[in-house]
């Protein structure tokens, strides 16, 4: 079966007509306020309990009012989604199918400036971060899921049917709907955690980040005027506690489709625990979380090249990905190299608004964000073992900006080598040349989480050495680059241990997490006599 396309990406390069467009489009967002209601059932529902969205780098710009779900907003949208399954099941695999694959053009065509202008403003995004993300990520979920889906009920065909009988496999859905708890960094996985399990037949109540409402919405309307049934995904904005326990007290909730910290993942999957006496079924848990990820470079390795990486690696989208490099083990030959080249080549980091295009980097999501941020560079500044090599500077007065900061450090355990910090903080541990294989134990022991992580080397036998010794310390494993930027279809996302369930989003894996089969057996030949040739008698 042929497979689609990556969706290419935009350049948005002086002179092109995209850059023109998105320009337009983004001064049409700067001048309104949009009002964003719940969806529930296909219905807008405005609450009138507002809160207001704002853009991270000019925060006094407010670009939306929400509309908070309340309890009974919750009820009716838990409601509507198991209404909708019933219809979103007997419509088939193809339908579906057909409009996701509708979404998937409207986002590629005529709303592609719509959702990256909304995410370049809600997230603070620069016009390529947002490209990769909003528009061709969610492009490439949306169609590959659906190619993903289709091969399911090829491959999963029982191999053996005897003569007088047929057995089938059918795909069901989980019965129930799916709760769909959304990060606010990746517009791509807020639309892709609902609509996955939709694909396969599920139904979904959907709570966005309460940071990422205005694009969030944008998409919810993408997926509304692309055909999506009414209920089948609920869009509520709201408290993520009332939201859940709400999901919960109703017997038919069928899963947890999570991104967002280890924290927030733990503590739901024990509240689905202690549920689980009122639960109609086991729920599926599928939760992509945390992550510490790592560079390590091998003396033997190409200088410039890991410059690169650590830069764009720590620092592209302020350090707000969930593969960021945030701490890096450097041997003292290739740091008294690369240092100053790295350090200069930061200065020259342009902050500031998404909407002027010189910028490599803008302000971080909130103040709390920002808060936790600058606490971690202040206590590195008074800790006797760390050095602020780079950056260390912060300001929330316009927008919530951070420097680009480097933090060099001599204790191998300080906080900012083993904590996620989500911000533009990279760590850098200089390490003795001849201490390569101890390193790599010290990199995989060093943080409870196993997201992503590169090395970088050129000998085939020190590259091997680290990707048997790190086996198990990242889901995505890069060799000589950053590892940062994973492509859907290309390298399948998610890590281990504390950083989640490894479920691979974008990949047929995940899929498979929200199907529960039945087994058909179709006997042709029915018998007609009930005792067994064993029972004649001997006599
Ligand atoms: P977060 O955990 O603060 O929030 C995630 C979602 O959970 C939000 O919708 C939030 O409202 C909700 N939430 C928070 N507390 C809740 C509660 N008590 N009950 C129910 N819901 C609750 O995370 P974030 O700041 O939005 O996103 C950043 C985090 O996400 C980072 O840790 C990052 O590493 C992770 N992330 C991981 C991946 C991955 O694929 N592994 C991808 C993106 C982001």
């Not at 907003?73 to 579906?96: D, F, H, P, Y």
């Not at 009920?153 to 053996?160: A, T």
């Not at 073992?385 to 355990?413: K, L, M, Q, R």
């Not at 009930?530 to 008698?537: A, G």
Request: glycine fraction near 8%; proline fraction near 5%; aromatic fraction near 10%.
């Amino acid at each position: 079966m042929s497979h689609p396309i990556n969706e290419p990406i935009l350049a948005y390069a002086r002179g092109s007509q995209e850059r023109i467009d998105i320009k337009s489009e983004l001064d049409r967002q700067m001048n309104q306020v949009l009002e964003i209601p719940c969806i529930i059932g296909g219905k807008e529902v405005f609450t009138n309990n507002t809160v207001n969205q704002v853009i991270p780098h000019k925060h006094k710009h407010i670009i939306a009012r929400v509309h908070l779900a309340g309890k009974d907003e919750m009820e009716a949208a838990c409601n509507a989604a198991v209404a909708a399954q019933k219809s979103w099941i007997e419509i088939g695999l193809e339908e579906r199918c057909a409009i996701f694959e509708r979404c998937a053009d409207l986002l590629a065509g005529e709303w592609r400036m719509r959702v990256n202008a909304a995410t370049m403003l809600n997230q603070s995004k620069t016009v390529y971060q947002a490209e990769i993300d909003a528009a061709c990520e969610l492009i490439d979920f949306w169609r590959f899921n659906c190619h993903y889906a289709r091969g399911f009920h090829d491959d999963f065909q029982p191999l053996v049917s005897p003569k007088g009988v047929l057995n089938t496999t059918e795909i069901r859905p989980l019965e129930g709907f799916v709760l769909s708890i959304t990060p606010f960094n990746f517009a791509s996985i807020a639309a892709n955690l609902p609509s996955a399990p939709a694909i396969v037949g599920c139904t979904s109540v959907w709570k966005p980040s309460r940071n990422s409402y205005h694009s969030n919405y944008v998409l919810m309307q993408l997926m509304m005027e692309a055909g999506l049934p009414d209920g089948v995904i609920n869009f509520l904005p709201g408290s993520g506690a009332e939201i859940t326990e709400t999901a919960l007290s109703n017997p038919n909730f069928a899963g947890l489709h999570f991104t967002g910290s280890t924290g927030t993942f733990q503590g739901l999957w024990q509240e689905i625990g202690l549920a689980l006496p009122k639960l109609k079924s086991y729920p599926r848990i599928v939760g992509e979380t945390g992550g510490k990820d790592f560079v390590v470079a091998h003396p033997d390795c190409n200088h410039r090249g890991l410059l690169v990486a650590l830069l764009r690696g720590s620092f592209e989208y302020q350090g707000q990905k969930c593969s960021a490099a945030s701490r890096a083990y450097v041997p003292k030959s290739v740091w008294s190299i690369i240092s100053d080249d790295l350090c200069a080549e930061i200065k020259k980091i342009k902050m500031g608004d998404a909407c002027d295009f010189s910028n490599f980097m803008t302000a971080v999501i909130d103040q709390r964000s920002f808060d936790k941020i600058t606490g971690y560079i202040d206590r590195a500044k008074n800790d006797p073992n760390c050095e602020i090599a780079v950056g260390g500077n912060y300001d929330d007065s316009v927008g919530w900006f951070v420097e680009p900061t480097i933090i060099v450090t001599s204790d191998h355990n300080s906080e900012t080598m083993s904590e996620e910090i989500f911000g533009p903080v990279l760590t850098v541990y200089v390490y003795e040349d001849n201490d390569f294989e101890n390193i790599l134990k010290i990199c995989d022991e060093s943080s409870p989480y196993a997201l992503t992580g590169s090395i970088f080397a050129n000998d085939e036998v020190n590259i091997q050495k680290a990707f048997n010794a790190l086996r198990f310390t990242a889901g995505n494993f890069y060799i000589n680059d950053k590892p940062t930027g994973a492509v859907v279809a290309q390298q399948p996302f998610g890590g281990a241990r504390a950083s989640g369930t490894n479920d691979k989003a974008g990949g047929p894996l995940n899929l498979l997490r929200w199907i529960s089969p039945r087994s058909v057996k179709r006997t042709l030949e029915i018998p007609q006599e009930w005792e067994y040739p064993f029972m004649e008698s001997d006599n």
